[in-house]
Structures are given as C-alpha cells and as structure tokens.
T-cell receptor
Framework: IAGITQAPTSQILAAGRRMTLRCTQD?????MYWYRQDLGLGLRLIHY???????GKGEVPDGYSVSRANTDDFPLTLASAVPSQTSVYFC???????????FGQGTRLTVV | KQEVTQIPAALSVPEGENLVLNCSFT??????LQWFRQDPGKGLTSLLL?????REQTSGRLNASLDKSSGRSTLYIAASQPGDSATYLC???????????FGKGTHLIIQP
C-alpha cells in the first residue's frame, strides 16, 4: 500500500520560477492538506480540500494555489517562487477531516 | 486562535526508562488529538488518535491520554528503547479551515 506519494523528493528552484508539487493518495480519502514545516515555526497549514472539487485557505496560503480535480490528486503550485518559500512541504489526507491523518514523506524545496 | 505547546522541547534519557511527553492546547473545542512521530528527514508517522469523547488510547508501549476540559494530553512511553529516538508531535483538529494545529514537538533521545 503506497499511501501518500509526493514528488519530487527535493528540488532547488530559481526565484521567480513556477513549480508544482505533486501529491497522490490511494486510500480514497476525502480530505487532503498541504503543510509546510520550518525550523522554529513547526508545521503550518497552507491549503486544504474537504472533498474533490472544493478547496480552502489555511494559515499561510499567500503565494500558493491548489486544485482538487479528483479524489486522489492534490497538487500545490507556487506561481512565482521566492526564497521565503524554502521549506519542507508535506501533503496529508484523512477519510474525513476529523479522522486519522496520514502524511507523505515530504518535498524539500530550496528557492535560490 | 488555537495554540499547541509541547513540553519539554528536548529530552534525553537512558534506555529502559518510562517517560511522559506533555501537550497542551488553548481551545478545548476539538474533535480529536493525534500524536505523531517524525524521524530526521522523514515524514510524520501517526502513533495514536484520541477522539474528543475518549480519555485514552493505547498501542503497544505507548499510551496517550486526553483531558479535553483542561486542554492537556500526555504520551506515555514504557520501557524506552534507542529506536524510540525521534521527534514526537502533538496535533489537535478543530474542524473548518484549521486542519491540524501542531505543537513544535519534543525531540527525544534514548541513550543505549
């Protein structure tokens, strides 16, 4: 069982470039999330989706966009990357918002 | 705004000891609380999920308790082993746009 797959595992990106982080889950979970993890700040919610076709903003949504065209995929796009977006990004899913959440292995992004 | 605090931030103990990690949260209106383990450079692994109506959950050597009214949870690790060394994260789910709100974690080292 793969669970949640994130790609790429790591990336170095020039500032100003566009980048999409991919997230796919095979558990048929309704809810999906994107978090970023930064030293000293912990994990913070960027965007979420409670079901396919709907998305919402979390705590730190600026500079990021998401889409949820189907149940399995939840890509995160940085339209024009900036150095402050250097972070480790985690995708997560749960059957419903109030049930156990499962996380992917993360994408380490460095914007230079 | 929900805030989650974990104490201590770091802990180093000899192998075999029983230990307690603490988590507190400011808003008691939560659906559940989840404990995770994170190994260096890895994703988050779910350890235990406690629903708001529950008082505790057990899995092997791990026991988590929840006192929702006082905004506290503890993770008890019995007979600690070097393989338990990791960062332990506590997170609460309040619903809506909040997703999971995380503490900053307890970095645990078990000395052989």
């Amino acid at each position: 069982i793969a669970g949640i797959t994130q790609a790429p595992t790591s990336q170095i990106l020039a500032a100003g470039r566009r980048m999409t982080l991919r997230c796919t889950q095979d558990m048929r979970h309704n809810a999906m999330y994107w978090y970023r993890q930064d030293l000293g700040l912990g994990l913070r919610l960027i965007h979420y989706s409670n079901t396919a076709g709907t998305t919402g903003k979390g705590e730190v949504p600026d500079g990021y966009s998401v889409s949820r065209a189907n149940t399995d995929d939840f890509p995160l796009t940085l339209a024009s990357a900036v150095p402050s977006q250097t972070s480790v990004y985690f995708c997560a899913s749960s059957e419903q918002g109030s049930t156990e959440a499962f996380f992917g292995q993360g994408t380490r992004l460095t914007v230079v | 705004k929900q805030e989650v605090t974990q104490i201590p931030a770091a802990l180093s103990v000899p192998e075999g000891e029983n230990l307690v990690l603490n988590c507190s949260f400011t808003d008691s209106a939560i659906y559940n609380l989840q404990w995770f383990r994170q190994d260096p450079g890895k994703g988050l692994t779910s350890l235990l999920l406690i629903q708001s109506s529950q008082r505790e959950q057990t899995s092997g050597r791990l026991n988590a308790s929840l006192d929702k009214s006082s905004g506290r949870s503890t993770l008890y690790i019995a007979a600690s082993q070097p393989g338990d060394s990791a960062t332990y994260l506590c997170a609460v789910f309040r619903g809506g746009a909040d997703g999971l709100t995380f503490g900053k974690g307890t970095h645990l080292i078990i000395q052989p």
